[in-house]
């Protein structure tokens, strides 16, 4: 059956199309003309961080902020006339709506279709003989002929400490091509036959900025690294119109669950851009979504074409530019060696730029000229400089105080960057749970004790009072966003150790990083990221209040989420 509906796709899109925006026309949920939630803690995040108990919604809008007496007097006031839906919010804490300031929506989605292939802390995959295992597991229950694909595998947690080899994968089978995602994102291993398929030899030319591992015999390993990566990845998901569909509602479900109001998609290419603008207008997506298509990935007649599409739920914002690669898998661009040596390797390896820095200015100049913002990946400290080179080279020739540039992850910034980007207008956003995630591996393997404590350097960045969000970058990670803000106030590595006390932020700063100070980033401060009059009503219920420092981080749940005033979570409606 999915071979059928794969091979009808194009026949089955227009009438999903056609049902779907029938619904929307008739059936998609509307938010009360009016409602209230009283008797709470209200989490204002404005400017002062005002506290209050109630607030009265019009339809998708904050129209009054106060007191329970307060809103109950304006309840009064309208009931006579118009309906109101109150809630009562019993002591519960309400607060803005969480913003994604950058994951890949809706990879998370995509595990129902996969071999789930994490170690710990995520999973529980310690060697490449568990991870095969999975494999074959998943491989004894794919339709003849499809890919077989898997994503989260970490070699830095392998009992192995190595990659597999695509003869491990072609013991799997050879008659099935076999694709598996590092937990970066930024490589995969391939097999024989995948390899076959994608029209990879062991003479085959990289493309610029990747690169097909070879051994010592120059024979293919599998292994893929950074811009190679993509046409195996794009073959490798390339589902059904139901396994779409299914991807996408999964995935939205799981950040509606998170308080999530708005998600991102950061490094589109031309299938999501224009798959997800359907998605959203279906209502397979109950969040507002914010595109940033990977800068070379789209047409210029697609891009202008999709930027006249916004709505008040899809917008395509940002271009994505990828700089450099990912410190665990040693292909971000350090200033410095990493601290021990990958196997392969000098010495005094540093890892490498994606894009080299002449190469890189070029593209800033060019988007800055046409009045295009950049979102521009960057983890080692050499790719910051680089990044932030190419920035104040293409700032000065091109001049706009309104532009706001995002430097994604950041993650190895340094005090005097930190200085450049305020300078420049640059705003970083850092993937704070790294210390949890990666915190040990980055202390003992990648970056000695030194460095690592300064990794996603969130305090220094407020004390110079340079603006910046957290973020998941979820598939990387699963979306959970008491995990987010955990990591950020404690700085607590996976087996319980502290890493950068003095990058520690409050609890208050890191909510304020993943709401107005994400808005911020994407230019929506005005509409979104803060619960105040004339805002829209993008809400989220907790059971207990996140800036307690009495109650723990990661007991707090969400209760409800609300998208425009409409509940998304739990009583979502497709």
Do not use: C
Not at 194 to 216: C, F, H, Q, W
Not at 290 to 305: T, V
Not at 446 to 471: T, V
């Amino acid at each position: 059956m999915k071979r059928l509906l794969k091979v009808g796709r194009f026949l089955l899109l227009p009438v999903m199309i056609a049902v779907g925006l029938l619904y929307w026309k008739f059936q998609a949920p509307e938010p009360p003309e009016l409602q209230a939630f009283i008797n709470g803690n209200v989490l204002t995040v404005n400017s002062t961080n005002d506290r209050a108990e109630a607030l009265l919604v019009e339809g998708e809008k904050i129209i009054a902020v106060g007191t329970t007496v307060e809103i109950t007097s304006l309840i009064q006031a309208h009931e006579s006339k118009r309906t109101v839906v109150v809630h009562d919010l019993a002591g519960k804490t309400l607060a803005p709506g969480i913003i994604d300031a950058h994951s890949h929506f809706p990879g998370s989605g995509v595990y129902q279709f996969a071999a789930d292939l994490n170690a710990p802390p995520i999973g529980d995959i310690a060697s490449i003989d568990e991870m095969l295992a999975v494999l074959r597991q998943l491989d004894s229950t794919t339709e003849e002929g499809q890919w077989l694909f898997g994503l989260g595998y970490d070699d830095s947690q392998m009992a192995d400490g190595r990659h597999p080899f695509r003869e491990e994968l072609d013991a799997i089978s050879t008659t099935r091509p076999i694709f598996i995602l590092h937990i970066s994102g930024h490589m995969g291993v391939a097999n024989s036959l995948a390899m076959e398929r994608m029209g990879i030899a062991k003479d085959t030319l990289a493309p610029s900025g990747g690169d097909y591992v070879k051994n010592s015999e120059g024979e293919l390993t599998g292994l893929i690294l950074e811009t190679a990566v993509f046409p195996f990845l794009h073959k490798a998901t390339d589902f059904s119109v139901s396994e779409i569909w299914d991807v996408i509602t999964t995935a939205s479900l799981d950040y509606a669950r998170q308080g999530i109001t708005t998600a991102q998609n950061g490094a589109a290419d031309k299938r999501y851009a224009t798959g997800l603008k359907w998605a959203s207008r279906l209502g397979a997506v109950s969040q507002r979504l914010i595109i940033w298509p990977l800068h070379d990935a789209l047409s210029p007649s697609l891009l202008r074409s999709l930027k006249k599409d916004t709505t008040d739920r899809y917008e395509v914002g940002a271009l994505k530019i990828v700089a450099d690669g990912s410190i665990q898998g040693y292909t971000g661009y350090l200033k410095e060696p990493y601290h021990v040596t990958p196997d392969g390797q000098e010495s005094n390896f540093r890892g490498h730029p994606v894009i080299a820095k002449g190469e890189l200015e070029a593209l800033v100049k060019r988007y800055f000229s046409a009045g295009q913002t950049l979102a521009i990946h960057g983890n080692g400290d050499a790719s910051i400089d680089d990044i932030l080179f190419a920035v104040e080279s293409a700032q000065t020739q091109y001049p706009d105080k309104q532009r706001r540039t995002v430097l994604i992850h950041a993650q190895m910034a340094r005090k005097d960057q930190l200085l450049k980007m305020k300078e420049l207008g640059v705003t970083p956003s850092f993937f704070s749970a790294h210390t949890y995630y990666w915190g040990d591996r980055h202390r003992d393997l990648f970056m000695g004790l030194e460095r690592a404590q300064g990794m996603s350097p969130a305090r220094s960045a407020q004390k110079l009072g340079l603006r910046y969000s957290l973020h998941l970058d979820t598939p990387v990670v699963p979306m959970n966003t008491m995990r987010l803000l955990w990591s950020a106030v404690n700085r607590t590595t996976s087996s319980g150790r502290t890493l950068g006390r003095s990058e520690r932020i409050s609890r208050e700063h890191a909510l304020r990083a993943i709401t107005i100070d994400a808005a911020y980033q994407i230019y929506k401060e005005k509409e979104l990221g803060s619960i105040e009059e004339g805002k829209l009503a993008d809400l989220v219920i907790f059971n207990q209040d996140p800036t307690d420092k009495s109650v723990e981080l990661l007991d707090t749940q969400v209760v409800a989420t609300y998208v425009g005033g409409i509940e998304i979570y739990p009583n979502r409606r497709l």
